[in-house]
């Protein structure tokens, strides 16, 4: 193995290539810019040639840089791939779901046992989060997000169908106020949700006031409770429209967003993650684009 280079200097070199920049590598691996240039010329001083062309305060792979960066990016994917392996329990798999907060407590929380009748032995490490994740970081197998913001090219994602949204509020609110201004309930994570719907639709519901809430979960449980109405997405309310603790008055219009699983890489046809993402896909049974 006298031929291998000093491993060090290695993932400083591949967070370089992938961003381009010594300073975003550093920003990834939590180390100074020095230290990402450093790992860079450690490496360059053990092959005698240059693998980035510094110029015009930019950097750029060289064609060698290029191969082997790539070469390397094949290695670790393996590597990981074979600790991931290693640490895998074939006989009760498990597996760690990073889901939207309000879609894992109104929707995903209470189907888990329909999930597991589908797929018996398979546990569901559940937790919850919403927009960006690193997957390796946070030890998460796949997460669950609505498709609003950019996520690592390097990681693999599928649409489980496009998001419809409209307005809902308790039967009891709709009988006083159908033909009377309504109060709309606002959430300061989705500050954009009615202007949007309103885009979309076509419709302007006569408002005589307006409420905010923290919370898009909030907003959902002011609307059942009489206070308003509050865009709800559709799976985040097909249980209380079903129980008729909530109605949708102006129906449901399909928006451009989707709800995507994202995946380190696309796995196997056999494997619990594609169990999973087979049946949300048939479970949710949203739109497709």
Request: hydrophobic share 40%; aromatic share 10%; glycine share 6%.
């Amino acid at each position: 193995m006298t031929n291998l280079p000093p491993l060090g200097p290695v993932p400083g070199f591949l967070a370089a290539a992938r961003h381009g920049s010594f300073t975003k590598a550093a920003l990834e691996l939590h180390v100074t810019h020095g230290a990402v240039s450093r790992a860079v010329k450690q490496l360059e001083e053990f092959f005698g040639f240059e693998l980035f062309e510094r110029r015009n305060r930019g950097i750029y792979l060289t064609n060698r840089g290029r191969a082997f960066a790539a070469q390397l990016e094949t290695l670790f994917n393996g590597l990981e791939r074979a600790c991931e392996e290693l640490k895998a329990e074939p006989s009760s798999p498990r597996l760690s779901v990073s889901c939207e907060p309000t879609l894992a407590m109104r929707w995903l929380m209470p189907r888990l046992d329909d999930f597991h009748r589908a797929a018996p032995g398979t546990e569901v490490l559940l937790s919850t989060a919403g927009g960006p994740i690193d997957l390796s970081e946070q030890g998460v197998d796949l997460a669950i997000r609505r498709s609003d913001f950019a996520w690592p090219g390097r990681y693999h994602h599928q649409s489980l169908g496009r998001e419809p949204i409209g307005p809902v509020c308790s039967p009891a609110y709709w009988a006083a106020h159908e033909h009377t201004p309504k109060r709309l309930l606002h959430t300061r994570t989705r500050p954009t949700a009615w202007t949007d719907w309103k885009a979309l639709s076509g419709q302007t519901p006569n408002a005589e006031a307006e409420q905010y809430f923290d919370h898009f979960y909030f907003s959902l449980q002011a609307a059942t409770a009489g206070l308003g109405l509050a865009i709800g997405p559709f799976p985040m309310v097909q249980d209380a429209l079903a129980q008729n603790l909530l109605v949708a008055p102006y129906g449901f219009t399909t928006t451009p967003i989707d709800y995507v699983v994202i995946t380190r890489r696309p796995p196997t046809p056999d494997s619990p993650t594609q169990a999973l993402i087979t049946w949300l896909t048939k479970a949710l049974d949203l739109p497709r684009s």
